[in-house]
């Protein structure tokens, strides 16, 4: 669906972020007669509705509204947010309705030529910074889209011919109508089940990308068989393999020759130097020459409450990681900081998170380990099975008494590490919220 095909049209929203407010902006550039009719949220909006989608004949629903006046719209544009798996969804789209994202209606307009998707669960970002990074390092007219960078319908009004790297998540791939030309996936791991339904269904929607019109390249993870395997028609290029981008404990190498010395990497971890190799090996299969390695690297920023450095003390480091939101990600953190002491503050939202595997982790790291509700007592319950010793595995009441324990428990040269291992929503906004007031108790005196 174009832009094009609403002529005329009387459309419904879903939401209201920012990907729907950059679409009520372009429809009325681009609409050719058609207006937003209905917008439709979970609660009542009160006063927070974009003035790009105010008119005086707007029809703001919530709740058992929602289905029926969407009904009467000849098409829906979703929030990322609005799960696809919601009955409202699938009682549209069976009365025959179209229901489009901004996404889609950005790639029916520009096609699927010079476009990467990163995508994954963990790491996106990072990596589409990266590849965005390096993409102008090596002189290549390029866009950041998607969940960073720019909203992806405002790029059309920008360059058609700059190579536009989308980080999109499963919210955005999972009714996506074309594929990119190429998609570079981080990782897969269980993650989203609430909006998804099931870990299950989450991987599906991840991995249909790899079988849309108009993808020719995908690029996988070696390390991980159920993605390097992965049926597709599209050519196959794999990274983290001895026979491409690699990583070892010299630094980041192309097919054996070190091209970017451990030392010289611009942030921490090995899962990080996947993420440099992920996104060297989408450049190379986009025709995008070699940039000068390591120097292309410098001034590239890490994202921010990703393994950023918050406070240095004496003998005592304090590390903002509050966007992890799962078990592996939690685990990659835990190995960027080898030989260093770890006092690791853990817990949120839950999600059925399975925390066997880093409660064994952390109980061999003889790490310290402060649980944080909700999910707290779960880590703690697995880490103390692992053989953890109680003195090591301590229940906080909040942040801030987690803050408190931690600098009371950390010894000489020790890492106190905020990696939740969760996500944050059960008593934050968001990650953000939660990374800041992170960075609030430690700056206290």
Not at 119 to 131: N, V
Request: glycine share 10%; hydrophobic share 45%; net charge negative.
């Amino acid at each position: 669906m174009r832009f094009s095909d609403l002529d005329g049209a009387r459309v419904g929203v879903w939401g209201a972020g920012r990907e729907i407010t950059s679409f009520a902006r372009q429809l009325k550039l681009r609409g050719q007669g058609a207006r937003i009719a209905v917008a439709a949220f979970d609660a009542p909006p009160g006063d927070q509705i974009p003035e790009q989608l105010m008119s005086p004949r707007l029809q703001v629903v919530t709740g058992s509204e929602v289905l029926e006046s969407l009904s009467g719209c000849d098409v829906v544009v979703r929030s990322p947010g609005v799960s696809i798996h919601r009955p409202e969804i699938r009682a549209l789209r069976q009365q025959g309705i179209p229901v489009t994202t901004a996404t889609s209606l950005w790639l029916a307009e520009h096609g699927s030529q010079r476009v990467i998707v990163v995508t994954g669960t963990k790491g996106k970002s990072t990596t589409a910074a990266l590849t965005h990074h390096l993409a102008l390092a090596a002189g290549e007219p390029a866009v950041l889209a998607g969940n960073i960078g720019l909203s992806v319908l405002d790029l059309l009004d920008g360059d058609p011919e700059a190579l536009t790297i989308l980080e999109l998540s499963s919210y955005q791939i999972s009714d996506l109508a074309l594929g990119p030309e190429i998609v570079l996936f981080t990782n897969l791991y269980n993650e989203h089940a609430d909006w998804h339904g099931s870990h299950e269904a989450y991987r599906a929607d991840k991995l249909r990308i790899l079988a849309l019109d108009g993808l020719r390249t995908a690029v996988l993870p070696a390390r991980q068989p159920e993605l390097a395997e992965a049926p597709t028609a599209a050519r196959r290029l794999l990274y983290g393999m001895p026979a491409g981008w690699d990583v070892s404990e010299e630094g980041v190498s192309l097919r054996g020759e070190l091209r970017v010395a451990t030392s010289q990497l611009p942030l921490p971890g090995e899962h990080n130097a996947l993420n440099l190799c992920g996104a060297l090996a989408v450049l190379e299969a986009a025709g995008v020459g070699l940039p000068a390695l390591p120097t292309s690297l410098a001034g590239f920023q890490g994202l921010e409450h990703r393994l950023q450095t918050v406070a240095e003390e004496p003998g005592l480091t304090w590390v903002d990681d509050s966007i992890s939101t799962t078990p592996e990600s939690t685990l990659a953190a835990l190995e960027s900081f080898p030989g260093r002491p770890i006092v690791l503050l853990a817990g949120g939202q839950d999600r059925g998170q399975d925390y066997a595997e880093l409660g064994r982790r952390l109980a061999a790291l003889e790490a310290t380990v402060i649980g944080l509700p909700s999910t707290g007592p779960r880590l703690l319950e697995s880490v103390r099975a692992a053989g953890a010793p109680a003195a090591r595995a301590l229940e906080a009441a909040d942040l801030t008494e987690g803050v408190r324990l931690a600098r009371e428990l950390a010894g000489e040269g020790a890492v106190v590490l905020l990696s939740p291992a969760a996500p944050s929503y059960d008593n934050y906004r968001d990650f953000t919220e939660r990374g800041l007031l992170f960075r609030e108790l430690v700056a206290a005196p």
